[in-house]
C-alpha cells in the first residue's frame, strides 16, 4: 500500500514492480493485492494488464482499514471477539484490561493514515539516496 501512495503516475503501479520493490513473490503478492481489492483500497488504473492505483487518496486510509482487508476484526485475546461466549465474562476482572488494551490499539492503527506512513518512506529513500558506503 505504501508502494502505491507513493507513486504519483496515473498509469498506476505493475504487480511486478511491486514485487521486485519489496522483495515478495508474484504469487504471495496475487493474494495481497486480492485482499486489498475486496476490500476497495485498491483497483487496476485501466483494465487487465495495467497497473494498479488506490481508491482513496492515502490520508483517507488507514492502516486498521488496511489490517481489516486481511482480518475481520483485531482481538488481542480470544474472548475479545464477536463470536466469543465465555461463562466468565461478568465476573472476569482482565477482560476489562484487554478490552482497554485492544481499543488503544486500535485506535492507534485508526490514527494512522498511509499518508503519514508514505511520508516516513519518501524520507527513508531520500536518506538512503544520500547515503555513500565505504
Known amino acids: 500500500m505504501v508502494e502505491l501512495a507513493l507513486q504519483k503516475n496515473e498509469k498506476g503501479i505493475f504487480q511486478k514492480e511491486i514485487s521486485k520493490n519489496q522483495g515478495i ?15 476497495g483500497l485498491i483497483k487496476n488504473a485501466g483494465g487487465k494488464k495495467s497497473g494498479y492505483l488506490l481508491t482513496r487518496k492515502p490520508g483517507e486510509i488507514s492502516v486498521y482499514d488496511i489490517y481489516k482487508a486481511f482480518e ?21 476482572a482482565a477482560q476489562g484490561f484487554w478490552t ?14 498511509l499518508d503519514n506512513l508514505a511520508a516516513r518512506q519518501d524520507e527513508i529513500n531520500k536518506e538512503n539516496v544520500n547515503m555513500f558506503y565505504i
Open 100 to 113: 482497554g488494551l485492544n481499543d488503544q490499539i486500535i485506535n492507534y492503527l485508526e490514527s494512522e493514515t
Open 25 to 39: 513473490s508474484i504469487k504471495y503478492l496475487d493474494q495481497i493485492i486480492s485482499s486489498l481489492k475486496a476490500a
Open 72 to 92: 475481520s476484526d483485531l482481538r488481542i485475546i480470544d474472548c475479545l471477539g464477536s463470536n466469543s461466549t465465555c461463562s466468565r465474562e461478568y465476573q472476569c
